[in-house]
């Protein structure tokens, strides 16, 4: 007999609802135990701090894999495990710059690809069948007072990633990921010529999917989508829209299934840009992460030093010389704007 479980969480806060929080001094999280999942498992409803603009919510126990693979994030990070990275038959590793320039608009990127290379160390075998990264920077102007003047940014990073990784144990863990990052900011000038932000967009993604039958899972699935979209009203207030989405399913061999949702959309109101913080987000995203990483079992493991792994070939590669021309070029168009925009990271 197969199970089926699914976890839904949904909230929106309105401007009402926020009015109201700053006249409260207590704030509350409402449980509710789920029936159809195992025992101890509550739903827990974020809630909005509206006096800090933050959301409320314990630090995340779970952090999501593939979600940091920069290697120039990554330069003297410890312990990584380290081996030798091995070309295939038909292995290929090229990179090259992209560039143009047109009317209004210039930019600059950057692409990677691998293909059929293996990288063995003491923690496991990594299979590489494709992995490629693309990042692209983009600087869009106007003519102002007869100059042409930047008033728009926008910058991203995304990567592919199929192949195998075998643990010390030979369990296979195949598996298909992408992941991106993208951000855009907007501008223009009010009357007194003064440059403003009109618009900043942030937007962060991963997809994993693939098999685990050493692991007793027929297949798996996992997407999460994260999106700020910050903008200034005509009445000079910044409206702050988050929204996150996390979604799980795993079939287990034994023809059980479970489904995991998480969702959910708040919006908050700042009077002035420095005042916008986006530090925290809601707990439940954090405990339906935890819940999928539980019934994903040890294969949970298997994601983490599949990361590892990758990330160290990507040092690898740049301690190799393949980002030379990246690096030659500036690493990309420089950001023109100076606003003092959030950081934002949930799994910091």
Not at 26 to 54: N, R
Not at 116 to 144: A, H, P, Q, S, W
Not at 221 to 238: N, Q
Not at 309 to 327: F, K, N, R, S, T
């Amino acid at each position: 007999m197969n199970t089926h479980t699914r976890f839904t969480n949904t909230n929106f806060t309105s401007l009402d609802e926020l009015l109201q929080q700053q006249l409260d001094t207590l704030t509350s999280q409402v449980s509710q135990q789920k029936p159809a999942g195992p025992p101890g498992e509550f739903e827990i409803e974020p809630v909005t701090d509206a006096a800090a603009g933050t959301i409320a919510g314990s630090p995340n126990p779970v952090d999501l894999p593939f979600m940091n693979l920069d290697p120039y994030a990554l330069d003297g990070k410890e312990n990584l495990p380290s081996g030798e990275l091995q070309e295939g038959p038909q292995g290929n590793i090229v990179s090259e710059i992209q560039s143009s320039n047109g009317a209004g608009e210039q930019q600059l990127g950057f692409g990677l690809e691998m293909e059929n290379y293996t990288f063995r160390t003491n923690d496991g075998t990594l299979d590489v069948l494709e992995f490629t990264e693309e990042r692209m920077t983009e600087i869009k102007t106007m003519n102002y007072n007869g100059q042409l003047t930047p008033v728009e940014y926008q910058s991203g990073l995304a990567y592919f990633f199929e192949g195998n990784f075998y643990d010390t144990q030979l369990r296979q863990l195949y598996v298909e990921m992408e992941t991106e990052v993208a951000t855009t900011i907007q501008t223009e000038f009010d009357p007194q010529g003064n440059r403003i932000l009109t618009a900043y967009d942030y937007e962060q993604m991963l997809n994993v999917e693939g098999q685990a039958f050493d692991y007793g899972i027929e297949e798996f699935v996992m997407e999460f989508e994260l999106m700020v979209e910050l903008e200034r009203l005509d009445s000079g207030i910044y409206q702050m829209t988050l929204s996150v989405v996390f979604e799980g399913e795993i079939v287990y061999l034994n023809g059980a299934e479970r489904e995991y949702l998480f969702e959910d959309e708040i919006t908050a109101w700042f009077s002035d840009l420095s005042e916008v913080n986006v530090d925290q987000f809601p707990q439940g995203l954090f405990d339906e992460i935890a819940r999928f990483a539980n019934g994903m079992g040890e294969a949970w493991d298997g994601f983490g030093n599949l990361n590892d792994h990758l990330e160290a070939i990507l040092l690898q590669l740049q301690e190799d010389g393949h980002y030379q021309a990246w690096d030659d070029a500036g690493q990309g168009l420089d950001n023109p704007f100076d606003f003092d925009l959030p950081s934002i990271d949930p799994f910091s």
